[in-house]
């Protein structure tokens, strides 16, 4: 997070989020780094043409016309292949050069191509958190985050890891949002509805995960373990209990809360 920042004067335009707590900007290399490689492989995508071009005159110049589909065929789809990802990546820099992230005291603003998008804290229906630590033959080779933010018109926000410290950022929204959402979601449950948090839902009668159901007194304890979300029942074997992945569960952790303070079971 950029304690010390300057937001694009875009951004003057935004009215009743309050102050400005942070800004959030794309990586380097999905704006600078794209628009370079896109200069290289079109520049490669057109020698390459051209060479094919030339070989294939010169070809035809000493062995007649039957050589020209020999000659001209494999540079040309290669240059072809070679111009599609020269595309992608321009596509990329278009897409990433002027989008960030700013929040406010009162909700956040993401800035894309196709201008703001504000959304205030009262706004937001649903957070929910996917992060992946990938291995290859057990060598930690990086980490995939993906936050999906839901409002109450259903339009969703996917932030990844174009932002710079998008776990950062992802920690102010949850942070922000979590005492609107728990609010709610207590008032729920606390009037004997059911609260349904994806493929998890709770109520006062007990918790369902997946097809099971299990009325809290049979509960010993939930807890997240591995990237999924376990409930154990008391007394039960190893098989006994059920889980659900934790990034298929949104608002997981007013879901823990309210388990752990509403419910009277533990929840770690």
Same mark, same amino acid.
């Given at each position: 997070? /950029?304690?010390?920042?300057?937001?694009?004067?875009?951004?003057?335009?935004?009215?009743?989020?309050?102050?400005?707590?942070?800004?959030?900007?794309?990586?380097?290399?999905?704006?600078? $780094? @794209?628009?370079?490689?896109?200069?290289?492989?079109? &520049?490669?995508?057109?020698?390459?043409?051209?060479?094919?071009?030339?070989?294939?005159?010169?070809?035809?110049?000493?062995?007649?016309?039957?050589?020209?589909?020999?000659?001209?065929?494999?540079?040309?789809?290669?240059?072809?292949?070679?111009? %599609?990802?020269?595309?992608?990546?321009?596509? $990329?820099?278009?897409? @990433?050069?002027?989008?960030?992230?700013?929040?406010?005291?009162?909700?956040?603003?993401?800035?894309?191509?196709?201008?703001?998008?504000?959304?205030?804290?009262?706004?937001?229906?649903?957070?929910?958190?996917?992060?992946?630590?990938?291995?290859? /033959?057990?060598?930690?080779?990086?980490?995939?985050?993906?936050? !999906?933010?839901?409002?109450?018109?259903?339009?969703?926000?996917?932030?990844?890891?174009?932002?710079?410290?998008?776990?950062?950022?992802? %920690?102010?929204?949850?942070?922000? !949002?979590?005492?609107?959402?728990?609010?709610? %979601?207590?008032?729920?449950? /606390? @009037?004997?509805?059911?609260?349904?948090?994806?493929?998890?839902?709770?109520?006062? &009668?007990?918790?369902?995960? $997946?097809?099971?159901?299990?009325?809290?007194?049979?509960?010993?304890?939930?807890?997240?373990?591995?990237?999924?979300?376990?409930?154990?029942?008391?007394?039960?074997?190893?098989?006994? $209990?059920?889980?659900?992945?934790? &990034?298929?569960?949104?608002?997981?952790?007013?879901?823990?809360?309210?388990?752990?303070?509403?419910?009277?079971?533990?929840?770690?």
């Amino acid at each position: 997070m /950029n304690n010390s920042f300057q937001l694009p004067e875009v951004f003057a335009s935004v009215m009743g989020l309050g102050a400005p707590r942070a800004w959030f900007q794309t990586k380097a290399w999905n704006r600078v $780094g @794209n628009l370079v490689m896109f200069f290289l492989l079109l &520049s490669a995508s057109c020698l390459l043409f051209f060479y094919g071009l030339y070989d294939t005159y010169l070809a035809y110049e000493r062995h007649g016309p039957a050589m020209i589909d020999d000659k001209i065929i494999t540079p040309t789809l290669i240059a072809f292949a070679l111009f %599609a990802l020269g595309a992608l990546a321009g596509w $990329g820099a278009y897409a @990433n050069w002027t989008k960030g992230a700013a929040v406010y005291d009162k909700g956040f603003v993401l800035r894309d191509r196709k201008g703001l998008h504000p959304w205030a804290w009262e706004a937001v229906a649903s957070f929910t958190a996917s992060v992946t630590r990938h291995y290859t /033959n057990g060598i930690y080779t990086g980490t995939t985050h993906t936050y !999906t933010v839901l409002n109450k018109q259903s339009e969703r926000l996917v932030l990844g890891d174009s932002f710079k410290n998008v776990e950062q950022l992802a %920690a102010l929204i949850e942070q922000s !949002t979590f005492p609107i959402l728990y609010d709610r %979601a207590a008032a729920q449950y /606390n @009037n004997g509805q059911a609260v349904v948090f994806g493929p998890v839902a709770i109520s006062k &009668s007990g918790i369902v995960i $997946g097809k099971k159901t299990y009325p809290w007194t049979e509960v010993q304890q939930v807890s997240i373990h591995q990237g999924f979300v376990r409930v154990s029942k008391k007394g039960g074997g190893w098989f006994s $209990g059920a889980s659900a992945a934790a &990034s298929t569960i949104p608002n997981l952790r007013v879901l823990l809360s309210i388990i752990d303070q509403v419910a009277g079971v533990k929840a770690s």
